[in-house]
């Protein structure tokens, strides 16, 4: 299944040396998600040639504006595009209330397509969309205020037929697709194949998980366990780990330890304070902690998995 990942920007509440601030673009399965939607966001689209039509869920971590300043424009691009379709919103109420204050404001008007507004509560977490192929699930994540991290992850796929044993057991197709989720296969004299001798295991499901603006904190552990890819803030260096921590953020050292207590596959870190010119000292601070991290650069494409 094709899964990826594109930064659109990745720096904190200032745009600052041409990086812009946080929104990512997920696709997965043909569909793409905009994670966050910072100042700048559709002309980042623009850039890096993602069809704004091909969104058709946004996800908002939280309601600092350098997460979602760019929403009501692409909004507004979306409507003038003559858009149709049903877009889903899943934010917390907030955006809801500057919504319906920017209809009043700008004389009743309304989109001219449905959106479909999910509310998203940061007290515990829970699966916001699900269907055969996947889930996203809330991450609560430590900050000013409410905020939610997301974690895209697939689901187990089902497990590989082996051709040749079709046909050595004479096994019918129609019970194939059984055998396939784990069934046992019985033969018409009474003896049972195992199912681990007539499948092999599909491959391992993979997972994002991308945490927004938060704290150093552990109680994010379990849900990012083992996860793929992970995106962790690194808003500052470990020499201001007490203002990070005072502003509900934190260190490239920290995302890192994270990383590793979590045992994911890649790091990948962001959300730089504007005061940072040069990025490398955050890549050489987090990788003596967690050796495969990678600045989230606009433009970037990770592959999960
Ligand atoms: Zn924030």
């Known amino acids: 299944m094709s899964f990826s990942l594109t930064i659109l920007g990745a720096n904190s509440a200032q745009p600052a040396y041409?990086?812009?601030?946080?929104?990512?673009?997920?696709?997965?399965?043909?569909?793409?998600?905009?994670?966050?939607?910072g100042e700048g966001t559709q002309i980042q689209l623009s850039k890096y040639h993602i069809k704004r039509s091909k969104i058709d869920h946004?996800?908002?971590?939280?309601?600092?504006?350098?997460?979602?300043?760019?929403?009501?424009?692409?909004?507004?691009?979306?409507?003038?595009?003559?858009?149709?379709?049903t877009l889903h919103l899943?934010?917390?109420?907030?955006?809801?209330?500057?919504?319906?204050?920017?209809?009043?404001?700008?004389?009743?008007?309304?989109?001219?397509?449905?959106?479909v507004f999910h509310e998203l509560h940061a007290d515990e977490s829970r699966i916001i969309l699900e269907t055969d192929?996947?889930?996203?699930?809330t991450i609560i994540l430590e900050h000013r205020m409410p905020c939610t991290g997301f974690l895209f992850q697939e689901k187990p796929a089902d497990r590989k037929m082996i051709g040749t044993k079709i046909?050595?057991?004479?096994?019918?197709?129609?019970?194939?697709?059984?055998?396939?989720?784990?069934?046992n296969f019985t033969l018409p004299n009474g003896t049972i194949i195992p199912n681990n001798?007539?499948?092999?295991?599909?491959?391992?499901?993979?997972?994002?998980?991308?945490?927004?603006d938060t704290a150093y904190t552990e109680s994010i552990l379990p849900i990012i366990q083992n996860a793929t890819l992970l995106y962790h803030e690194a808003t500052y260096l470990e020499d201001m780990k007490s203002v990070a921590k005072e502003r509900g953020h934190a260190t490239a050292k920290e995302a890192a330890t994270i990383a590793q207590?979590?045992?994911?596959?890649?790091?990948?870190?962001?959300?730089?304070?504007?005061?940072?010119?040069?990025?490398?000292?955050?890549?050489?601070?987090a990788q003596t902690i967690f050796a495969n991290t990678a600045l989230a650069e606009e433009g970037t494409v990770f592959e999960v998995g």
């Open 261 to 285: 207590k979590a045992n994911v596959g890649q790091l990948i870190i962001g959300h730089f304070s504007a005061r940072y010119h040069d990025l490398t000292p955050f890549l050489q601070e």
């Open 133 to 137: 192929a996947y889930t996203v699930s």
């Open 58 to 85: 946004i996800f908002i971590s939280h309601l600092h504006g350098d997460h979602f300043w760019g929403l009501f424009p692409l909004l507004d691009s979306m409507m003038l595009a003559g858009r149709k379709k």
């Open 167 to 183: 046909e050595a057991y004479q096994i019918p197709y129609t019970q194939i697709p059984g055998i396939k989720k784990g069934a």
């Open 197 to 212: 001798e007539l499948t092999l295991p599909p491959p391992a499901p993979v997972s994002y998980a991308y945490c927004s």
């Open 18 to 37: 041409g990086r812009h601030p946080t929104a990512q673009i997920i696709s997965l399965k043909n569909r793409n998600f905009l994670v966050d939607c």
């Open 90 to 115: 899943y934010a917390p109420a907030g955006i809801w209330e500057f919504k319906k204050l920017y209809r009043q404001l700008s004389g009743n008007f309304d989109y001219t397509y449905p959106i």
